[in-house]
T-cell receptor, first 116, second 112 residues
Framework: AQSVAQPEDQVNVAEGNPLTVKCTYS??????LFWYVQYPNRGLQFLLK??????LVKGSYGFEAEFNKSQTSFHLKKPSALVSDSALYFC??????????????FGGGTRVLVKP | DTAVSQTPKYLVTQMGNDKSIKCEQN?????MYWYKQDSKKFLKIMFS???????INETVPNRFSPKSPDKAHLNLHINSLELGDSAVYFC???????????FGPGTRLTVT
């Protein structure tokens, strides 16, 4: 079975400050990991993914994420947050081998509020 | 050009009715999905089709029936709608080997 935990329901940060959104995962094999963002009344937009290779992955809109196998984490980061980054962020995982049909399991989401 | 489109965007209907939601993708992907997002924003997969073949069928009531006429379309038909079916339904697609999924704008279904 595969699962994802996003321990924070909401993260508040001042504009210009670093932003971190936490994610831990559980899979029986090696993971494929993803971050998505959802703006109000919109669908999910793909931000970045970790499949293999470098543990630091760079994605859209200045976001990056660090894969840490020993801590089974994949935290999303942005060095300097913008008000427009305020949205709902989802971490997702699939088992590299065992996820039939490319099944993704999503975390519960973290709402990010960036204040001016 | 919209990559993954869904119609309608909003759907308000009464309990017991039957309704359909349509999804189309113009990305040339071979796999399509239906997800349900509940009022707490929790997102859960319902179905997955690859080249018109059902691959994932989660524990979804039989009242929900997906249909894929071709690999660019995946429709969702719901019979005998219940209050608990109220949610936002998202269609998504992906290409074999790429893994990331691209989502449509969602259909907000309200059952009264």
């Amino acid at each position: 079975a595969q699962s994802v935990a996003q321990p924070e329901d909401q993260v508040n940060v001042a504009e210009g400050n670093p932003l971190t959104v936490k994610c831990t995962y559980s899979v029986s094999g090696n993971p494929y990991l993803f971050w998505y963002v959802q703006y109000p009344n919109r669908g999910l937009q793909f931000l970045l993914k970790y499949i293999t290779g470098d543990n630091l992955v760079k994605g859209s809109y200045g976001f990056e994420a660090e894969f840490n196998k020993s801590q089974t984490s994949f935290h999303l980061k942005k060095p300097s947050a913008l008000v427009s980054d305020s949205a709902l962020y989802f971490c997702a995982v699939r088992d590299m081998i065992k996820a039939a049909g490319n099944k993704l399991t999503f975390g519960g989401g973290t709402r990010v509020l960036v204040k001016p | 050009d919209t990559a993954v489109s869904q119609t309608p965007k909003y759907l308000v209907t009464q309990m017991g009715n039957d309704k359909s939601i349509k999804c189309e993708q113009n990305l040339g992907h071979d796999t399509m999905y239906w997800y349900k997002q509940d009022s707490k924003k929790f997102l859960k997969i319902m179905f997955s089709y690859n080249n018109k073949e059902l691959i994932i069928n989660e524990t979804v009531p039989n009242r929900f029936s997906p249909k894929s006429p071709d690999k660019a379309h995946l429709n969702l038909h719901i019979n005998s709608l219940e209050l608990g079916d109220s949610a936002v339904y998202f269609c998504a697609s992906s290409q074999r080997g790429a893994y990331e999924q691209y989502f449509g704008p969602g259909t907000r279904l309200t059952v009264t």
